[in-house]
Every structure is written in C-alpha cells, then in structure tokens.
C-alpha cells in the first residue's frame, strides 16, 4: 500500500499523494464545472467550484486509499432538474470528471516525451508525471465502470432502452455492493480484475512515454 512508502521511501511517498490530490481534485471539480456550465450553481453554492484539494478531498476516503489500496473523494453535488439539457445533462455531469483525467494524461504524457531525454528517466520530476499519469489513468477507467455510483453508471442508465429498467433498478439498489464485492475480490483474494484491466491502459500509455 501507499502509506508503506511514508518510512521507506518518504520522497516518493509524497509525489504520490501529490499525483492522488491532484487527480481527485481535478476530477471532482470537473463534475462541478460541467453542471455549473448547464445552470446548475448547487455545487457553486456549496464552495465546490474551486480547485482547492480541500474542497475535494474526503478525509476517510483518503485515509482508506493510503491504508487499503482503494478510496474516494466527496462526490461533486448538483441538482439534475437546474440542467439546460434535460436529455444528456446528467451524463455530460458524469463524463466530466474521467474526461478531465484523459486530459491530464494527455498532457502529462506530453511533457514527459518533451522533458525525459534531457532530465532523464530516474528524474524526480519525471517519476512525478509518470505518477500523475498512472493515478489519472486509474480515476478515469475506474470511473467508467458503469456501476452505481460510479460515472459510468449513469451513461449506460441513459442508453439502456427502457424494457431494461429492471436491470436499471437492481443496479441502483445493488450497485455499491457490487462494487464493494469486486473490490474486495480484487485486493483480498487475488482476482487481480481491476489490476489486469489498469495494466492494459498502462501498457498503452508506456507507448507513448
């Protein structure tokens, strides 16, 4: 786990929590930004449009992230019925928030390439950006999952055809336990789901870095 870092390898600790602060904030802001765009200000009203990590960051959802593997940031608040596009304006909330993370890999990912061959790969800055780019790599394929309360969740509820309400209404009710049971599958009994799938992104973005 990260936190194993803070007595071993306090340097790289640090970058870390820095790549992780970074990619929720960004994230969850992003969420707020897109429903503020459509004529939704509940988040504004609430002190959520700001880039501040504080704004952000769930303390326990941290704390859990750093000590088990896995954690969360506060969910962006907004209210669907202000939204100017009744159809899509949930799901362009939703998207929001792993598209910030794609730009930010983008970008990163860039100035690596720019950066790597005259500060070279053990670099501090550049390890930096790979962190950046890895943690944002996982915000945005975790976030894509479509089950409840994840993003993704809310497209697939969207193009679903409505003789699939059932599945709808199993998923909303189930969903985070669901969720809670793939992840716990996943860092306790070795499945290893999420990790093959991260792999396969991360393996994609070591092309281009």
Known sequence: ???SLLFSEPTLFLIWLLAIVYGITVHEFSHVLAAYMQGDDTGKLMGRLTLNPLAHIDPIGMLMLLFVGFGWG???PFNPHNLKN???????????????NFISIVIFMILSKLLIGSLGQDNLFIQFLGFLILINIILMVFNLIPIPPLD?????FEV???KYNHIKDQLRRN????????IIADN?????IFGRIFGIFFSLASIFT
Not at 188 to 192: D, E, K, Y
């Open 152 to 156: 993704g969740a809310t497209l697939l």
């Open 74 to 76: 506060r969910p962006a």
């Open 188 to 192: 306790f009994l070795g499945i290893n």
């Open 1 to 3: 786990m990260i936190i």
């Open 160 to 162: 679903l055809p409505e």
């Open 175 to 182: 969903g985070p336990l669901i969720l809670i049971g793939l």
């Open 86 to 100: 009744q159809k899509w304006g949930e799901v362009i909330v939703a998207l929001a928030g792993p598209i910030s």
